[in-house]
């Protein structure tokens, strides 16, 4: 049956009628390599900003959840539609093998982990999997994972990021991991454009002191969708901007209001203009001016907003238009599902906003659904515009 769909598909080609490529790629089973980080992310809602290093023992101490196996098999379970087209190679137990399992997934593991992952667990799985000949490596974690995997392949061959870390600087990543199984459905079905894409990585114990240390360690290339793969993080500069935003909405912010304010120069500028302390890169819980809980966690934000009137302020990621998922985790589902699309205060600089003309988030499927839409961004003062939150 398939000689003749392919004499028929020959035929067709000669009189400029595409489809005889796609063809031969599904005549083959595509090798797809999977990674799991299974402690990425975990520092995010309890405000370590990371997992390096000690941290992960920390997260641990603080009741953390782990947040990548939930990305890995949301990603996982819709690659269904091409479940017959693709051979998927994974390493043991929680670095894939679990999910892979969940979802039903034909898949082969390939070498042995202890009981503790640990970075150089996964920069052994990218060599093995390069060594087994995959075509695509698709891992889930952050920057710290990417940088892992980039050590070992370079630009030798694609991969694509479902995040699931805190920081998410570097562009090989997917919007979601929604967006991530389209891309991969796109790469099994056809043949997608390939970039080369930055790998970033922050150090993250000048992250928890508050600065912002980041570095370019490689390009590795990766399938591009439209849309679906994220940009490199922009940095914003535009001073006087922000002091336009900060002046007005020092003016709307209402008394025995409780504020969860995000990070981000833009809405440290709020703070530095109203006199109260903000934590560059944290997030902060402020009432009547003042701060009442400084780089506060998700524990301490759900807490402060029990039955009180509350909203949160947030400014979008430059260059990819991220305002929840990215960076401030500790502003979670439950959080989000607490105050309400209703009081959710957006501010971008003009500049920034124009890097994307839209809005991400990236928390659950629940709640980036209720926020989907259009939301007021606060641009300058007394100017407000309509964005599509996507």
């Known amino acids: 049956m398939s000689d003749k769909v392919e004499e028929v598909l020959r035929a067709l080609n000669a009189f400029g009628v595409s489809g005889l490529e796609d063809f031969e790629r599904w005549k083959t089973k595509r090798k797809i390599g999977f990674i799991v980080n299974p402690i990425a992310g975990m520092g995010g809602s309890v405000g370590l900003k990371g997992t390096d290093g000690k941290a992960y023992k920390l997260a641990l101490k603080l009741n953390a959840k782990p947040v990548a196996p939930i990305k890995a098999l949301n990603f996982l379970n819709r690659l269904k539609a091409v479940k017959g087209a693709i051979e998927l190679l994974t390493y043991p137990r929680e670095m894939g093998e679990n999910e892979a399992k969940q979802a039903n997934l034909d898949f082969k593991v390939l070498g042995s982990i202890g009981e503790e992952t640990t970075a150089e667990d996964t920069k052994r799985a990218a060599k093995d999997m390069l060594e087994a000949g995959v075509e695509l490596i698709v891992f889930v974690g952050g920057d710290g994972t990417a940088r892992d995997i980039c050590e070992v392949i370079g630009d030798s061959l694609p991969v694509l990021g479902v995040p699931a870390g805190v920081k998410m600087h570097s562009s090989v990543f997917a919007v979601n991991a929604r967006a991530a199984a389209e891309v991969v459905i796109e790469f099994v079905r056809r043949a997608l454009p390939l970039e080369l894409r ?34 490199t993080k922009v940095a914003t500069t535009e001073f006087d901007n922000q ?12 008394p025995d209001v409780v504020y969860v304010i995000g990070p981000g120069t833009t809405t440290k500028a709020i703070a530095d203009y109203m006199g109260f302390e903000k934590t560059l890169l944290g997030v902060d819980v402020v009432l009547n001016g003042k701060t009442i809980v400084k780089d506060a966690n998700e524990k301490q934000i759900l807490s402060s907003i029990k039955g009180r009137k509350a909203k949160v302020i947030v400014t979008p990621i430059g260059g990819q238009g991220f305002i929840f998922g990215r960076g401030n985790q500790q502003i979670s589902a439950e959080v989000l599902k607490i105050l309400g699309k209703e009081n959710i205060i957006v501010v971008s600089t003009r500049k920034k906003l124009a890097q994307t003309g839209f ?5 659950n499927e629940e709640v980036d659904s209720a926020l989907k839409g259009e939301i007021e961004v606060i641009v300058g003062y007394g100017q407000r515009v309509l964005v599509e939150i996507r």
């Open 359 to 363: 809005l991400r988030v990236d928390v």
């Open 198 to 231: 930055e790998v970033m990585d922050v150090d993250e114990e000048a992250f928890r002191e508050n600065r912002l240390s980041a570095k370019l360690y490689g390009f590795m290339k990766v399938p591009v969708k439209s849309d679906l793969v994220q940009s």
């Open 243 to 254: 002091i336009e935003i900060a002046r007005y909405v020092a003016e709307l912010m209402e």
